[in-house]
């Protein structure tokens, strides 16, 4: 299969009809998703005896409002793994099952792909390899409940690369399935910054994501795998000069220490509201569906108020600007409980958090 360098685009402000609206109707039902921490924990020595979604966890969801699951899975590591297909693809089939009896629409989501710059060529030919096989296999499902989500968080890339790749992503996904809606973002993590410098792909069926953990000083603060830019922790959300910490040592010299000073500004709603509408802008430019795939606060080190607060912001901000969200995570390390997901685990904050109300 050849590469090619073309990306066709559309016009900018086309009517919505047709594909375009049937794409519009689907990404607003996508609204008070999920994602659920499973087949893409690739740090977990065995990711798959740390438990799939059971029953139970579809009745809490329901129970707590959410409409959509957000599947994120690591075909690359478990292929890697030697783990065998047909193994991952019987845990998606049973999900996929019951996201239909519990009534959610579910994203199927390409995560923890190895796309780069220099290995663009190779690994678009295997990303499109795993979606036509996904695509021959899933096509026969409702398409207005199941979703393809082509490429989790493409890096930090050239975007004119990124938009090839996607391209050829698209175009021969579709020679197998015309009727699923895909979802695909931007470059450097589905940025929101990217993502306005974006030029959508000519394909009518097409809902874009971008994810936002901004403030990231405040969102990230204390996660090891990110490195010493997020060593300082305590901050507390909005910006409080009463109780904000000393910045970390291990941040001098690193971005870190640049957005501690900006904390000051950026640490409040105001802030949070400005820059989504970056993503509002750019849907309306294009006339398209934007939906927010990613957003919530890592709960190691945050306390549990800030992140009350800082998920209601967002979330209130998201309907505000009409965009459809979906948090992460029910169940990892951004999981919105105290504990396991139970009912009693989850703290009253963040029940108003979410918009959770308890019928009489």
Known sequence: MSITTNCVVAKSSPKKEGLRALAFKRSYSLNNGISFSWLEQTWSKKP?????????????????????????IAFT????????????????DKVVKQCHRYGFKLILDYHDGKLTDA???????????????LAKRYQYTNANDVFFELYNEPPHMDPNVWKDAIYNIV??????????TFIIGASNYNSIYELSRFVRLADENIIHTFHFYEPFFFTHQGAEWVGNQVATTGVSFPYNAENFP??????????????YELYKRDGNEQSVNDKLRIAKTWANKYDVPVICGEYGAYNKYADVDSRCRYIKAVRLALKKLDIPGMLWDYNGTFSIFAGKPL????PGCMQDAIGYKASK
């Open 77 to 92: 590591f478990f292929e890697s793994a030697r783990v065998p297909a047909e193994e991952i693809l019987g845990y998606i």
């Open 246 to 259: 000393v910045l970390n040592p291990k941040a001098k010299g690193t971005s870190g220490e640049i957005n």
């Open 48 to 72: 798959l005896e740390q438990g799939a979604i059971k029953d139970a966890d579809f009745l809490l969801l329901k129970r707590l409002g959410f409409k959509s699951i957000r599947l994120p």
């Open 343 to 346: 009912m009693g685990n989850l």
């Open 119 to 133: 290995s663009y060529r190779a690994e678009t030919l295997k990303i499109i390899d795993l979606w036509v096989k």
């Open 171 to 180: 175009t021969a996904i579709r020679k197998i399935d015309k009727t699923h």
